[in-house]
């Protein structure tokens, strides 16, 4: 399984109340670096014919985030089956797990916008 990470400075602007990284902005970032890996790892022909739409997501919180810290956030993709990819999303300061998020996708077709079978080329894409 192929990982992908990249690196987020913390700024006030994804603070909550209590001075700590909003759960929103969690869920921008696992948004956000899904789309990266998956721009990173496809063909323009095939960025160009499909795209994905999240069904669902769960996150667990470890582990506060804060102002100027450096978040590593790591990817993969755990299973592709049918019409569906599972990706998780580990966020890390240092080497200390601050949260972890699984999603479930669920890829499309441009033309129609319909769920489309995950080919063999698109999983191995994340392998």
Request: net charge neutral.
């Amino acid at each position: 399984m192929q990982t992908f990470e990249i690196i987020k400075k913390v700024t006030a602007d994804d603070l909550d109340s209590l001075n700590h990284v909003n759960n929103v902005r969690y869920v921008q970032w696992v948004q956000d670096i899904a789309e990266k890996h998956w721009v990173h790892r496809a063909s323009e022909t095939v960025l160009n014919n499909h795209f994905w739409v999240m069904l669902s997501h769960h996150i667990q919180y470890k582990q506060p985030a804060v102002l100027n810290d450096n978040v590593t956030i790591k990817t993969y993709v755990m299973n592709s089956e049918g019409v569906t990819s599972t990706r998780m999303v580990e966020f890390y300061k240092n080497d200390i797990l601050l949260a972890k998020s699984e999603t479930k996708w669920c890829f499309m077709n441009k033309t129609n916008l319909k769920p489309t079978r995950i080919s063999e080329t698109i999983k191995n894409l994340f392998e």
